[in-house]
Every structure is written in structure tokens, then in C-alpha cells.
């Protein structure tokens, strides 16, 4: 077990300087999460939620805290990342773990909504800032610890009571080819409350052929009667790592809605876990990673029934070609008093090689006898009927493998509300699998 010296030292460096600046809880809550990330250590694949992914890459290296942006990113540069024809979306862009508000668009929000840098809540948004640490646990998790030690940037996000964000909010997180060698800790906070309606995108991505570490949470609360609209985009460098957490708490009638795409980084985890803690809540999680090369992507999902008359559905997809490895380990809990829960889950994924592998392992843990679960995982390759009858319409078979192959990731993009971001994701995977290159997607 890796106890991260270097991790402790650089701590210590930055309680002393950029630290020192935010209040008194922030720096209490900072030096508990260091202490339980001491006697932690970093996961091994003896950690049994760690059983198919090493962090030995992570581990092995030295990486350094990124103490400001580079500015040397042009909006030009972003444009890849985006999407056509948002010109209103509400915009904040952190670059090396830091706000660029000369990147950003956040002129026109709507009354009631608040989009700020955490650096500036702990003062002008006290009694929203107060909510950090409250969802995302850290005393069973080492990288949401180190996370929390190192607390300082990233977005919160308020919408009040009753209110409608129209237009989505867009958070990007931008390493350039500055952020070489150093590791970043995006920390976010959306809340929702009680009957507001918003879209919350959250990107990550890499300018440059860079090696370096993000190691992001964000805690979500959504209240009663809310409806979250949550989407996880990464987009790392190939030669980055990525380690990102996201917690949600559900109060009672709310509905959260998740959508993670993992398509960059040279290893990438993703925890997304919601307790559904009110009656009649309802999660929806689906999700599309897509690996090449000797990439990694590990997406672990936990959704625990704590009420009663809650539903959750979960849909992941993973396309993996190369010497990829792709992990998938779903939880679903049920509380012993979360009588009528109405659960289901499915995980299905596609082998386009020999080398690649995935390892999968969907989970029910039932302790209420009123319910209706189900769950089930399919691996597999291209089916043969198909491309036979494809070929038999004069489709090439090498046109029709690349094609049966978007038709399979399309399925769960077209879950995607957002007609923007369902459209420029639809149109990236149509011109990685088969060339074709869709204006929507420039």
C-alpha cells in the first residue's frame, strides 16, 4: 500500500500558501481529508473495488499541483469540445484546475441561478459553499480524500427554488500543454432545489499530447420535486489519467438524470453513485465508453434505494477495440424499508478485437421483499446475421462492420435529452467508427 509521501509534502506546501486563503472549515475539513488519506493509501487490486484496475501508473509517478492557468488557451482551441449553435449556454471554463473567466460566459444568468468558481463561493455564496463535503464521503476513498486535501477550485452551481434554467451550464476543464506532468482537483457543487429544473454538463479535456492527472469530484443535491439533467463528458489527452467521482443526494419526488461518456485517458475511472433518500424519487444512469489502443476505462455505478416507491434504470454500453480493457461494476441496493422498488439495469458491451477484454459485474443487493429488479450484462462481437444481411445489400463487409458499430453506440446516445449534445456526440461517434464527418460535430 502506496502511502503518497510526495502527496503529504505537497500538502503542506500548499496549506501555506493558496491554502491559507479560504476559511477556517475549509482548512479543518482539508487536513481531516489528508489524515484519512494517510491511513488510506492508494487502492490495490486487492481492494475489491478495485480487483480489475491497477493505479500503479498513477502511483509510479510524481505529479505536480497546478498553481494557476497557463493563458495560453484561445476560445479557438475549445470549439472541438463544444457544441453548434450554443451561443446562450452559460459557460465556465477552468484551465489547469483554475477559472478562466476571460474563457467563460456567464453574463446572463437567469435570476436565482448562481454559476461562480469555488475560490470566490467561500465568500460571496457562504451558505451554498457550507454544503461541500456533505455528499461525496471520504473515509473509505482515497482519491475523493486527495481530492478534498486539495480543495480549492472548480464550479458551484445554485438554482433556487422553483426556477428553470433554459439554456444548459456548461463546465469545462481544460489541461493545455502547460499542465504537462502536474495533477489538477476540480471540486464541484450543484444543487437543485426543491422544484428547480436545470441541464449541467461537465467536461473534461486535454489540449496536447501531454501526460498528467485529473482527479475531479462533484457532489450533486437535487430537491424535492427537482429534475437534474447531468452529463459527464471525458475527453481526456490519451497519455492523461483521470479519476472522477461524482455524488448525488436525491430528496423525495426528485429525478436525476446521468449521462458519462469515457473516451480519452490512458487509464480513466468514473464513480457515479445517488441515494435515492425521499420516496418516489427516480435515477436514470447511462453511459458510453469507447477504447482503443491500450487504454483503460473503469466505470463503477451505485444507486441505493433508501425509500420507499423509487425507481432507477441504468443503461451502459462500452465499443472496445485494440488491447483495451474496459470494467463495468454496477451496485444497486435496496434498504430493507424501500418497499415497491422498481430497479433495472443492463450492461452491454462490444468486442471489435481478439485483445480486448472486459470485465463486468452488475449487482443486486435486496433487503426489502416488495420490489421489481432486474439486471443483466452481454458481451459480445458484431453479429453475423447482421453484416450477412448488410453484405447482401451490396454493403461492403468492412463499410458494414463500421456502421452495425455506431447503430450499436447510437443506442444509448439517443437517451440524451439535450437535442445539442445528443447531436455532437452522435456525430463524433459516427466519424470515429466510420470517417464520416457531420458538419454538427466541427
Known sequence: MTHGVEYVEQFQRFAANGGSEAPEWVQALRSSALDRFTQLGFPTTKNEDWHFTSVAPITERQFVPHTSPSGDVRRTELEPYLFPDTADWHMAVFVNGRFAPELSHLENLPDGVRVMPLARAWTEAPEVARRIGTVAPFDTQTFT??????LHDGAVVHVAAGREVV????????????????????????????????TVIESYVGLGDVMYLTNAVTEVVVGAGATLSHSKLQREALNAYHVGTIEARQERDS???SFSLAVGAALSRTNIGTVLGGEGCGVTLNGLYMLDGAQHGDHQTRIEHAQPSCFSRQLYKGVLDGASHGVFNGKVYVDPIAQKTDGKQTNNTLLLSERAQIDTKPQLEIFADDVKCT???TVGRLDDVS?????????????????????????VLETIENDAVREGLEAMTMARFTGVVDPVSR
Open 145 to 150: 480524500a486527495l481530492n478534498t486535501a486539495f
Open 167 to 198: 439554456h444548459p451550464i456548461h463546465l469545462v476543464f481544460v489541461t493545455d500543454r502547460h499542465g504537462a506532468n502536474g495533477v489538477s482537483y476540480p471540486r464541484n457543487l450543484i444543487v437543485a432545489e426543491h422544484h428547480a429544473k436545470a
Open 375 to 377: 439486471h443483466g450484462a
Open 387 to 411: 453484416l450477412f444481411y448488410m453484405k447482401s445489400r451490396g454493403i461492403g463487409a468492412e463499410e458494414a462492420r463500421k456502421l452495425l458499430t455506431y447503430a450499436f453506440a447510437a443506442d
Open 255 to 257: 429525478h436525476y438524470i
